[in-house]
Every structure is written in C-alpha cells, then in structure tokens.
C-alpha cells in the first residue's frame, strides 16, 4: 500500500513538473502579448529542424510551406539547365510555385519567422508565393535561412517585394550559422 501511494505521489510530482515546463515554455509569447508562428520551407530537412528549434524556444505555433507540386530530386538538380528549380530561380525569376495550402487564421498572430533554404543567393520563389497569397498587414516578419555558405545576398530586396503593404521586416539571418544558444537568443529577441 505504502509503495502505491509513493509511486501515486512521485506520478503527481511528474505531472507538476511537465505542467511547468509546459507552462514556462509559452511565458516568452504569452509575457509579450505576441502569438506567434513560424512557416517554413524545406526540401532536405535542414531549414525544418531550424523552424522546429525556433518553434520550442518561442512556444510558437508552426506552418510547413509545401508546394502543390512537391519537387523532387530531379527538381533541385541546379547542375541540369532544365531542372525545375533552375527554370524557376533563372529562367523565369517571376515564377510563383503554387503551395499545397494557406495557414488558416494568419490573423491571430503578431511575429511570424519565416524559413527557408537559399537558391541562386535568394529564397525559393516558393516563398514569394507565400508572402502574396496571404495578408501579413501589420505584423512582423523575421526571415532566417540555411545555406551552406552563402550569405543571403538580395533576399530582404527580393522578400520586401512581395508585400506591398505595411509590416515589420528583420533582416534574413542564417539560422545555421548560429549554435544553439545563439539562435534561442536570436529567437527571444524577436519575438519582444
């Protein structure tokens, strides 16, 4: 009897402590009165595992960007004139990709960090597809990418082009280029 009431305590002290933590894990967004999401586009996975580390540092909601058409690795083969993705980034630089959906009530949140991999030194048009097809009024939007090297070249110019309208721009940083501590850092301060 003594050891089921031990084993009933220590199952509530558990359930305490994972309460608290889920509970601290949302006092960053909920202490600034900001709800927050982040969307994001992945073909290899890395720009993923980015979003999903920015997600649990901000207790933020998240958003997988997909394309109608999912590429393929044919697709993103950059050394093939014809693949799609140099079609899209060269060839025809004002392509919008479609997406496979829209995230639906976009009104709800205040900071919206957005992810993506770097193609030909700017985001994926994908991402422009994006940024037009829903309103952003009066939020703010924080871009990171990962790129192996590259830096993000005219990505603010090529992002601030698809919103007409007034919202708060970051500058794009490089999510992969910070340890772990750097970018939950990163993370916090935008969202404040």
């Known amino acids: ?6 084993l009933l305590l220590l199952s509530l002290l558990i359930l305490v402590g994972c309460g608290a933590k ?7 967004v909920m202490a600034n009165n900001k709800k927050v999401l982040v969307a994001y586009f992945s073909y290899s996975g890395t720009t993923k ?10 207790g933020a909601d998240i958003f997988e960007i997909q394309a109608a058409q999912p590429y393929t690795e044919d697709d993103v083969d950059w050394t093939k004139d014809d693949s799609r993705v140099n079609q899209e980034m060269k060839v025809h630089p004002d392509s919008r990709p479609g997406i496979k959906s829209k995230v639906e009530n976009l009104a709800q949140y205040d900071v919206v960090f ?15 597809t994006f940024l037009e097809t829903q309103d952003f009024r009066g939020k703010r939007i924080v871009p990171f990418f990962t790129s192996y090297s ?14 007409t309208y007034e919202v708060e721009w970051f500058s794009a940083v490089r999510a992969n280029s910070m340890n772990d ?8 301060n935008a969202v404040k």
């Open 22 to 28: 889920a509970q601290d894990k949302n006092q960053t």
């Open 150 to 163: 590259s830096g993000p070249g005219e990505t603010d110019k090529h992002l601030h082009a698809s919103i």
């Open 181 to 188: 501590k750097q970018l939950k850092q990163w993370a916090e």
């Open 49 to 58: 595992g980015y979003a999903e580390k920015i997600a649990r540092y901000t």
């Open 1 to 6: 009897m003594k050891r089921n009431i031990n």
């Open 114 to 128: 957005l992810g993506f991999p770097i193609w030909w030194y700017i985001e994926p048009n994908i991402i422009n």
